[in-house]
C-alpha cells in the first residue's frame, strides 16, 4: 500500500538550517505530484510547497519563499525540504503528502495520502 | 489568494446527530474544494474532492456539495470516530493552495 514516512524533524535556534526527508513506497513515485503540508502548534494547515514528477517546477508559499528549497530523487523515492534561514513562526509538523492522482491531472492537487509528519522546532 | 472561511469554528453535537460544517470562498474556485478530517496525532485524511466526489474508503455519511464561493460538507448521522478537526481545500488559480481555519466537531 502507499506510504509516506518523514524524517529529519528536529530542535534547531533560529537563522539554523535542517533537512527533512520523505521515503515513499506503494506507488509510481516519478509520476506524481509532491507536497510538504505543516501545522503550527495550534493552528490550521498550511501548504508549503509543491514539485512535479519529474523535479522541474516547484512552488512555494511566500511565507518559505527564497528559504526552503524542495527537491526529489526519484531514482530512491525521496523528497527533501532543505530549511535555512529557520524563524521560530516555521516550528510546526511537517507532512510529507502527494496528489491524489497521478501525471498532472486535475486530481493532482488534492493530497492523499499523508505521512504521520515530522516535528520541526525552532528556538528563539 | 483565496481565502477560506470555515464556520462555525467548533460544533458541538452527539453521536447519532446530523452535522453541516460550511466553507466560504473569497471569490469562486467553482468545483476546486476539498474536505479533509484531522484527529490528533494523526495523519489528515482526504474525505471529499472536487466539492462531491468521496475518496477511496470514505463512509457514505459524508457528502459535500456546493459551488462557486459556498460549500458544505455533511455528515449523516455521526458516528463516535467521527469528532475530528475538519478543514477545507482549494486549489483553483494556484499558487498558493489555501486551507480553511477549520471547524473542530466535539461531542456534545
Known amino acids: 500500500q502507499v506510504q509516506l514516512v518523514e524524517s529529519g524533524g528536529s530542535v534547531v535556534q533560529a537563522g539554523g538550517s535542517l533537512r527533512l526527508s520523505c521515503a515513499a513506497s506503494?506507488?509510481?513515485?516519478?509520476?506524481?505530484?509532491m507536497y510538504w503540508v505543516r501545522q503550527a502548534p495550534g493552528k490550521g494547515l498550511e501548504w508549503v510547497t509543491f514539485?512535479?514528477?519529474?523535479?522541474?517546477?516547484?512552488y512555494y508559499a511566500d511565507s518559505v519563499k527564497g528559504r526552503f528549497t524542495i527537491s526529489r530523487d526519484n531514482s530512491k523515492k525521496m523528497m527533501y525540504l532543505q530549511m535555512n534561514s529557520l524563524r521560530p513562526e516555521d516550528t510546526a509538523v511537517y507532512y510529507c503528502?502527494?496528489?491524489?492522482?497521478?501525471?498532472?491531472?486535475?486530481?493532482?492537487?488534492?493530497?492523499?495520502?499523508w505521512g504521520q509528519g515530522t516535528q520541526v522546532t525552532v528556538s528563539p | 489568494e483565496i481565502v477560506l472561511t470555515q464556520s462555525p469554528a467548533t460544533l458541538s453535537l452527539s453521536p447519532g446527530e446530523r452535522a453541516t460544517l460550511s466553507c466560504r470562498a473569497s471569490?469562486?474556485?467553482?468545483?476546486?474544494l476539498a474536505w479533509y478530517q484531522h484527529k490528533p496525532g494523526q495523519a489528515p485524511r482526504l474525505l471529499i474532492y472536487?466539492?462531491?466526489n468521496r475518496a477511496t474508503g470514505i463512509p457514505a455519511r459524508f457528502s459535500g456539495s456546493g459551488s462557486g464561493t459556498d460549500f458544505t460538507l455533511t455528515i449523516s448521522s455521526l458516528e463516535p470516530e467521527d469528532f475530528a478537526v475538519y478543514y477545507c481545500?482549494?486549489?483553483?488559480?494556484?499558487?498558493?493552495?489555501?486551507f480553511g481555519q477549520g471547524t473542530r466537531l466535539e461531542i456534545k
Open positions: 503528502t502527494k496528489g491524489l492522482s497521478a501525471y498532472g491531472s486535475a486530481w493532482s492537487t488534492w493530497f492523499d495520502p
Open positions: 506503494g506507488f509510481n513515485f516519478n509520476t506524481y505530484f
Open positions: 514539485i512535479q514528477g519529474d523535479g522541474e517546477t516547484q
Open positions: 471569490q469562486s474556485v467553482s468545483s476546486s
Open positions: 472536487d466539492v462531491s
Open positions: 481545500q482549494q486549489r483553483s488559480n494556484w499558487p498558493p493552495i489555501t
